[in-house]
């Protein structure tokens, strides 16, 4: 029955879909490995799309009404004994068209457009009809952080650059899935940034000292 995936150690999480019409679960058979089904609101049907004998599926995002993606790991490893990276695969609700987005190691040989593991999912674009997600890949140093953000169609692989202020590392977007709002953060400064939609052009909001302010 439906009911004993819901115990404590069988159940993961859950994720309604935009629309409210399907919701995602994360639950663990007999084996104890988290695999993601997808219901129907309407009817409670409940379809298994996405499963691992040797990996948990650790969490999953809605890409839009129909295409979802979620990321990987072992519940029965410490957090000091993970090897890999969580990847990321893109998947329909209906268990067609996966596609992997982000290696969870590095092979030693490319994939055609597949990400190597320094890249990290960062969130959905977020308008009903998209495919795309955005990713980053951080750089510079814990003082001065810095990270790449890339807008990736999960259809087909095909990676976008995105109009980021240098030495930025947080990020968000508008309901249009355009890129608004940026955070850099030099030494003990914190700045945040904004892309006037009017011109396209960024602009410093409020600039503040880490640890003399608090912004």
């Known amino acids: 029955p439906i009911e004993s995936f819901f115990k404590l150690n ?17 639950m663990a058979g007999p084996d ?34 129909h295409r979802l993606a979620y990321t990987m790991g072992d519940r029965q490893l410490a957090a000091g004994q993970q090897r890999m990276g969580p990847g990321l695969i893109a ?16 092979t030693g040989s490319a994939k055609f457009r597949v990400l190597g593991p320094r890249y990290q999912f960062y969130g959905a674009v977020g308008t009903p009809d998209s495919n795309d997600i955005f990713v980053i890949q951080g750089s510079g140093t814990r003082k001065n952080p810095s990270a790449t953000l890339m807008r990736v169609n999960t259809t087909d692989g095909v990676m976008t650059g995105i109009n980021s202020p240098l030495n930025t590392s947080g990020f968000m977007v508008d309901g249009k899935g355009e890129l608004r709002l940026a955070v850099r953060r030099i030494e003990k400064q914190t700045a945040i940034l904004y892309r006037d939609p009017k011109n396209e052009t960024w602009r410093t909001l409020i600039e503040f000292d880490n640890v003399n302010e608090d912004g």
């Open 10 to 26: 069988n159940f993961g999480g859950a994720n309604l879909a935009p629309d409210g019409k399907h919701v995602a679960l994360l």
């Open 32 to 65: 104890q490995r988290l695999a993601l089904a997808v219901m129907d609101t309407a009817t409670n049907k409940l379809q298994v799309i996405a499963k691992y004998s040797n990996l948990d599926i650790v969490s999953v995002t809605w890409i839009n009404n």
């Open 91 to 106: 998947i329909d609700k209906d268990g067609k068209n996966e596609r992997e987005i982000i290696e969870r190691n590095n």
